[in-house]
């Protein structure tokens, strides 16, 4: 166990969760609770007959249905947005990390109350950080205003999630625990949050891929992302998302899977220098590190190579370059030699030791 002599401040924001099959069926007694009645709902193109959904349960309660939410949270599409958002007292967001993405910066720019039914792993509802793009480059910013009121976990949600994504999108969540066993600013209770939704993955995930349709399964998943979602929030990420950033911004890999592709060898990278805050993950996944997350992966039908991701074999030495450059704070020290080396073994799919 973390000693702490020192003291440490948990940094969780006040939050209302609900986990559990049909608790979106209380979705109208939410948004009645925080004294408001005009909700302005979010979904993705994708989602929209979804959000339509949510907005014939709230019935009067419900201001409109913007359903324009994209990837890495366009300015332009949230200046609509909160044009939309006139007259509205409180945004429900239904959707993945986009959607959510989306209320947050409208919150940030309104601060309208938020409540979220999350459809993905990804555990952006559980955050006080909102990304968002502006000509093309995409920031990051921490405030409490864009941290969501209310989070309504129902599995029924995410049990439409089709199985490819349910695999990566666990495997993001799951980066996020990994990389908050060894962060500069762990504590004792981000072990155990990291811990807990570690757990809750390795023990859910096969259950929902052997079958999509397990509430059950697909429960204990949500609870893993909520664990694995806050600690995202509480403490500070290292090489594993500095890397996602980089593929992700620079060149224009999918979310999900460029996380699902890099975790073991991020991983397997910093076990020898965090050897004794990611001994759980060895124990939990068998064998070492890397390897382990490798195999849990590689078992659910994971992507795992970065060259069946679209990132060509010629990108690899700039993507290195970029890695190194404003590193984030990282157990072991990034350079660039090694970084080069994890990237061809990343974009090649081969397994680490
Ligand atoms: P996403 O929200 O982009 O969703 C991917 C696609 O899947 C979309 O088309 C979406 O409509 C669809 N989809 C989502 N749930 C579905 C369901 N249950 N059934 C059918 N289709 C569904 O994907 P994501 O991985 O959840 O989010 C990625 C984004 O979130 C990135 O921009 C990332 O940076 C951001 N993010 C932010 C934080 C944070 O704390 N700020 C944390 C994690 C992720």
């Given amino acids: 166990m973390r000693t702490f002599h020192a003291g440490f401040e948990p940094g969780h924001p006040p939050v209302r969760v609900c986990l559990g099959a049909g608790v979106r069926a209380g979705i109208g007694a939410e948004v009645v609770a925080l004294g408001l009645s005009r909700a302005l709902v979010l979904t993705t193109p994708q989602q929209a007959a979804q959000g339509e959904a949510v907005c014939a349960q709230l019935g009067a309660l419900a201001h409109g249905l913007f359903s324009r939410a994209a990837m890495h949270t366009p300015v332009e599409i949230t200046e609509a947005a909160v044009e939309a958002a006139r007259g509205a007292d409180c945004i429900v967001a239904i959707g993945g990390g986009s959607t959510i993405g989306l209320g947050k910066a409208i919150a940030l720019r309104t601060d309208l109350p938020q409540i979220v039914l999350p459809t993905t792993y990804a555990g952006s509802e559980a955050t006080p950080v909102l990304g968002q793009t502006a000509n093309g480059v995409k920031e990051t910013l921490r405030s409490p205003k864009v941290q969501p009121e209310v989070i309504l976990y129902d599995p029924e949600l995410v049990a439409t999630l089709p199985v490819?994504?349910?695999?990566?999108?666990?495997?993001?969540?799951?980066?996020?625990?990994?990389?908050?066993?060894?962060?500069?600013?762990?504590?004792?209770?981000?072990?155990?949050?990291?811990?807990?939704?570690?757990?809750?993955?390795?023990?859910?995930?096969?259950?929902?891929?052997?079958?999509?349709?397990?509430?059950?399964?697909?429960?204990?998943?949500?609870?893993?992302?909520?664990?694995?979602?806050?600690?995202?929030?509480?403490?500070?990420?290292?090489?594993?998302?500095k890397l996602c950033h980089t593929l992700g911004g620079s060149f224009d890999l999918p979310h999900a899977e460029t996380h699902a592709v890099l975790l073991p060898h991020s991983a397997a990278?910093?076990?020898?220098?965090?050897?004794?805050?990611?001994?759980?993950?060895?124990?939990?996944?068998?064998?070492?590190?890397?390897?382990?997350?490798?195999?849990?992966?590689?078992?659910?039908?994971?992507?795992?190579?970065?060259?069946?991701?679209?990132?060509?074999?010629?990108?690899?030495?700039?993507?290195?370059?970029?890695?190194?450059?404003?590193?984030?704070?990282?157990?072991?020290?990034?350079?660039?030699?090694?970084?080069?080396?994890?990237?061809?073994?990343?974009?090649?799919?081969?397994?680490p030791q």
């Fill in 164 to 241: 490819g994504l349910t695999v990566t999108s666990g495997l993001n969540a799951m980066a996020h625990a990994v990389e908050a066993l060894y962060a500069r600013d762990a504590n004792p209770l981000s072990d155990q949050l990291a811990l807990g939704g570690l757990r809750a993955f390795r023990e859910g995930l096969p259950r929902v891929v052997a079958d999509p349709g397990n509430l059950a399964a697909r429960e204990s998943t949500q609870f893993g992302s909520w664990l694995c979602g806050t600690v995202l929030g509480a403490v500070g990420m290292a090489l594993h998302h």
């Fill in 269 to 351: 990278y910093n076990a020898g220098a965090a050897a004794r805050e990611l001994a759980p993950v060895a124990e939990l996944f068998g064998g070492s590190v890397g390897g382990g997350l490798y195999d849990f992966a590689a078992a659910l039908g994971a992507p795992l190579a970065l060259r069946d991701l679209g990132l060509a074999k010629a990108d690899l030495d700039r993507a290195a370059d970029l890695a190194v450059k404003n590193p984030y704070w990282n157990p072991r020290p990034v350079e660039r030699g090694a970084i080069r080396a994890l990237l061809q073994r990343a974009w090649e799919g081969a397994r």
